[in-house]
């Protein structure tokens, strides 16, 4: 039996000594109030409320205009509570979608495990809904995970749908790198979803998904001292730079030799430090202790944003004087104010200042090696020097010996090989010779 629509009264009320009708009803329990509109009544000898002489304007609302204009409020509010209701009980029925836990996620992801700058960049990349902008260029996310699963009610995806995503995913030449990337991201919000104190989901599809097969990770590859020094050169002259767009003034020409200048010292200090890129544009002087040749790492730039380090310890790296010789040089620049300064002062972007390294590569006709290589030329040149592998790893900073490992591919082959002929010559210890039968 269909329920019947609440009836309005009409009440005037006085707003600034001008009368306005108000409709009055109440629905499911509760009273509701509602303006109408200026009431075309004036106030009669007795202090009560008659209607206005003349023609009702349109602003305004006779008795018989506001009681169809109360019906109209009452029937558009009863609608309204209807798709309100409706949508309540579905959300309630079907349960939250994977957009609210992603959302959820996010925030949570920020506010309470404190996710580096970065790590929010990668996950809000990834679960980007399609045509979002890139945070750089013109290009926009095809937003593969929204646009399939962000409507879904999260407690209803299936292992198979996840696989459908990353198939998508595959099939628009994503390495295999990214589609885990993208798997592992899934996992991660369905893994929050599941806590009892979030949505409590009833498990996680993307934990049954298949992994792809990354390509196992090749030697590392290193410069040499001398492909290091011909890099940072090419950088101190300038020639990174395009000659069709010279300083036109001498002052812009002093300001361009001192940043290639610093460039040039960033490049060593990367390669004879072994630091990170965010942790070279985080480095500040208080953290350079040239008398006790050390530096101290503590914080590192992740999205433009000053965090802590990868590994979120603070580590003493050994200063070898190939590095303090660049600290020091830059050191001697103008406008020096104070401990708190950054060592590398000029505002710099690390995509930028990735441009300026593959320009001096080409400059230099060095091989094109990433900048994060330069740090692999920290490892692997100490590794290559006899340097023990423990203390690589705390100078480096990593979490795992195994990480560290990597570089013991720089030791010669031949030292080994003499280490191999001495563990089996007849005259070493504990060796018994055996006569032959």
Known sequence: MPVSSPTASIIVREYRGRPYYEAKFRHQGQQIKRRIGPAWLERDPEGGWRRHRGRVPESAFDERAAHVAAAQIVAEYVAEASDRERAEYERRTRGATFREVAHAYLRWLEDVRGAKPSTLVGHRSVLGEPGTPYRRGKGTTLGHVMAALGDRPAAKITTREVEDVLATISETGASPRTVNKHRNVIAAVFGYGCKPSTYGLPANPAKGADKRREPSPGALVF???????????????????????????????????????????????????????????????????????????????????????????????????????????????????????????????????????????????????????????????????????????????????????????????????????????????????????
Request: glycine share 6%.
């Open 223 to 437: 410069y040499s001292p001398e492909e290091i020094e011909a890099l940072a050169r090419a950088l101190a002259d300038g020639r990174h730079r395009d000659p069709s767009r010279p300083a036109v003034s001498a002052q812009e020409r002093d300001v361009r030799q001192a940043e290639d200048r610093q460039d040039a010292e960033m490049i060593r200090v990367a390669a004879y430090a072994g630091l990170r890129q965010g942790e070279l544009l985080a480095l500040r002087w208080r953290d350079v202790d040239f008398a006790g040749s050390a530096l101290t790492i503590a914080r590192a730039m992740s999205a433009g944003v000053e965090s802590s380090t990868k590994s979120g310890h603070t580590r003493r790296v050994p200063l070898a004087d190939q590095a303090a010789a660049a600290l020091e040089r830059i050191s001697r620049r103008e406008h020096f104010t104070s401990p708190d300064d950054f060592v590398f002062c000029r505002p710099l972007d690390d995509s930028a200042l990735r441009r300026r390294y593959r320009r001096a590569q080409d400059a230099a006709g060095i091989r094109p090696l990433r900048f994060h290589d330069l740090r692999h030329t920290f490892g692997s040149l100490l590794a290559m020097r006899g340097v023990d592998v423990v203390t690589i790893q705390k100078a480096m900073g990593h979490s795992t010996l195994a990480t560290t490992s990597r570089y013991l591919h720089a030791r010669p082959a031949s030292e080994q090989a003499q280490a191999f002929t001495a563990a089996f010559a007849a005259e070493a210890p504990g060796v018994v010779a055996v006569a032959a039968a």
